[in-house]
C-alpha cells in the first residue's frame, strides 16, 4: 500500500503516508484554497437565496493559475475550441462574448466546489490517527475519492502552471526527472510528478 492506492471494500480506497507526505499534501491543499479564495458570503440580513444566484465575474482571472483552473468555455487559453486567434477574426467578438456569459452563470459554482474538494483534502489529512514514526493510513469513501481526484488535477494544474510546464512536456516526463539537482525549480517538479503518480494510482484503484 505505500505509496500507492488500493481498493477498500465499498468503492473507496487506502493509501500509506510517512509524515512528510501528509505535510506537503495538506500544506498544497491550504495553499490551493488560498488561490482560490473564500468565496463570497452573504452579508448580513442579504437573502440567501438571492446570494445564491449572484452573478459571477465575466473576465478571466488574471492569474495564469486561476486562469487554467477556470478556463473560458469558448475559446480563450485553455478552452475546448483553442486559442481565440485560431478562428477567424469575425468570429473572435461572438466567442468572447459566449465565454463572458458562460463565465458569469458557472464560475461561482465552479469555484464553490473546487473549494469544497480541497476543503475535503485537508479535513481527511487532519482526521488521520498518525503511528508512532508519524506516517498513518488515509482510508478515505468513494465520494471522498471523487473529491481527493478531482483536488490533486487541480494542485497539478496549478503547480505545471508555476512550472510553465508544456502540453508537451506532459507527454514527456522524463525531461522533469532529469533536471539538475541545482535548479530551483526541483522540489516543486518532484511535488508535481509525485502528484500526477497519486492521482494516476488513485484512478487506477477506482477503476472497475
Request: glycine fraction near 10%; aromatic fraction near 4%.
Amino acid at each position: 500500500m505505500a505509496g500507492h492506492f488500493e481498493a477498500t471494500p465499498g468503492g473507496g480506497a487506502a493509501v500509506a503516508l510517512d509524515e512528510v507526505e501528509i505535510s506537503i499534501l495538506r500544506s498544497l491543499a491550504v495553499q490551493l484554497l488560498e488561490l482560490i479564495g473564500p468565496g463570497d458570503q452573504p452579508a448580513d440580513g442579504e437573502d440567501p437565496l438571492a446570494a445564491l444566484f449572484a452573478e459571477g465575474p465575466s473576465k478571466p482571472p488574471t492569474d495564469p493559475a486561476l486562469a487554467r483552473l477556470f478556463p473560458d468555455a469558448y475559446g480563450g487559453p485553455g478552452g475546448p475550441e483553442g486559442p481565440v486567434g485560431a478562428v477567424k477574426p469575425e468570429e473572435e467578438q461572438e466567442l468572447r462574448e459566449r465565454s463572458a456569459e458562460f463565465r458569469r452563470f458557472t464560475e461561482v459554482d465552479l469555484r464553490s466546489g473546487k473549494r469544497d474538494d480541497a476543503l475535503a483534502v485537508v479535513r481527511t489529512l487532519d482526521a488521520l490517527s498518525p503511528a508512532p514514526d508519524g506516517g498513518a493510513v488515509l482510508t478515505l469513501t468513494g465520494d471522498e475519492c471523487l473529491s481527493w481526484l478531482r483536488s490533486l488535477n487541480d494542485l497539478r494544474l496549478t503547480i505545471g502552471t508555476r512550472l510553465e510546464v508544456s502540453d508537451e512536456d506532459q507527454g514527456d516526463e522524463g525531461s522533469l526527472y532529469r533536471l539538475p539537482d541545482t535548479d530551483p525549480r526541483k522540489p516543486m517538479v518532484m511535488a508535481y510528478l509525485w502528484l500526477g503518480a497519486l492521482q494516476e494510482s488513485l484512478v487506477e484503484t477506482l477503476m472497475p
